[in-house]
């Protein structure tokens, strides 16, 4: 669990969007498990985005049309899934994040701290390897932010990820097993004292 801070305009939402094949980067290259992205056809980079990244980002943008198991099944039927089991797959890890019961809610009748579980909910459904998160809790509350960080945190060892975690809060960060900030674009280490190593 690697998280990059940095201030605000330095680049820390560009680099996810360059991880995650969202971006490409003007010059170099960036590996995955010795798989170059930069090489990626268009194609080929949406199905390594759809099969291999989840991704949580500080606004959830659900779907307002459709409710949360509709918005959380979305990723699996992008990719051809039968919707009966693209629909149990999305209930199953509503159950996960804790909102069994708000399942056929739209979002816009869902709480901030409950629209982010199913924006998380909806990119772990596809069973990714890496969580790409960008500020996923700047929109919360303190204590609404750190129950939505806590639920971050236990999927990330429940489900064995590797999660980039871009955040302002030291205290989140602090919580992560590596730290890098983002300066005058290069990636420094920076050493925190840790409360809790993943």
């Known amino acids: 669990m690697l998280a990059i801070v940095g201030e605000s305009g330095t680049g820390k939402s560009s680099l996810l969007h360059a991880l995650g094949t969202l971006d490409r980067p003007s010059e170099g290259d960036i590996y995955c498990a010795q798989l170059s992205l930069r090489s990626l056809s268009d194609d080929a980079a949406a199905e390594f985005r759809n099969r291999k990244i989840g991704f949580v980002w500080q606004f959830h943008y659900l779907l ?4 949360a198991l509709e918005n959380v099944a979305m990723p699996l039927l992008a990719r051809g899934e039968n919707p009966k089991q693209a629909q149990a797959r999305a209930a199953e890890w509503l159950r996960e994040v804790g909102l069994e019961d708000r399942m056929h809610h739209r979002s816009g009748e869902l709480s901030g701290g409950e ?10 459904v596809t069973s990714p390897e890496l969580l790409l998160a960008d500020e996923p809790t700047g929109d919360l509350d303190t204590g609404t932010a750190e129950r939505v960080f806590d639920l971050i945190a236990k999927l990330h060892i429940q489900h064995q990820l590797t999660s980039i975690i871009v955040t302002h809060n030291l205290e989140f960060a602090r919580r992560c097993g590596r730290v890098l900030r983002l300066h005058r674009g290069r990636l420094e280490e920076v050493q925190l004292p840790s409360s809790r190593v993943m």
């Open 64 to 67: 307002p049309e459709f409710d």
């Open 115 to 124: 629209q982010q579980r199913v924006a998380l909910a909806r990119a772990l």
